[in-house]
Every structure is written in C-alpha cells, then in structure tokens.
C-alpha cells in the first residue's frame, strides 16, 4: 500500500495527536467521519481536515504514520528563495529573490520568508 500524501497542515494535526492511545484517535476519527462530534479537541481538528479530504481508509493509514508531507508551491517557492548558496553565486541568488519577490506581487501571493 502507498503512503498517502499530506500537506504540512495535516502532518502538525498528526503530531498534536501523538499523545492519544491509537484506538482512541481511530475511534474519534470514525465518530467524526459519521457525524459524531469528537471528544478531543486535536482529535476533532484532525478528523475535520481528514474528512475533508481523505477516505476513512486513508485517514485510518495517516493515523499510523503511513504518509508523506508534500510541499505546496508556496512552500517550494519559499525553498528556492532561501536557498543558501556560495560567495560566488550571491548576486544570482540576489537576482531570483528579486524575481521571486516581483511575482508574488504580480499575483498576489503571501509567500511565507517572501512576502509576509
């Protein structure tokens, strides 16, 4: 089975939950996915986005680490702006922040290290 793929909101939902007993956190995960409220409250905001977006099948294999964090394009684009490089390719990298910075404005994005 391939592990499913998750967005960084949803790998720190995981985390906060690492605290409760496994069956406790399927058993709340379930209960919200068939319109029970949950009694946790980090239960409750992970099912929330696990509903969202995945099957109770994908949710239950997230629930044991059987996933994979993807970036969103901001998160990429924030990646390539502090990238560390060299001495030597500083004004480069000077000039693809400046590029980068131009776009986010062009197109209105808040790029978390860019622009906000």
Known sequence: M?????TQEIADAVQACEVL???FL???IGNVFYGISASSVHAGNLADLLKAHYSLEEAVQICFGEYVVIKTPE???AELYNLKV????EAHQEGVRQGIRYVAIAFNLKIKGVNC
């Open 2 to 6: 391939d592990k499913v793929q998750v």
């Open 75 to 77: 998160e990429k684009v």
């Open 86 to 89: 060299s001495n030597f390719w």
């Open 26 to 28: 399927i058993r709340e």
């Open 21 to 23: 007993n496994k069956a």
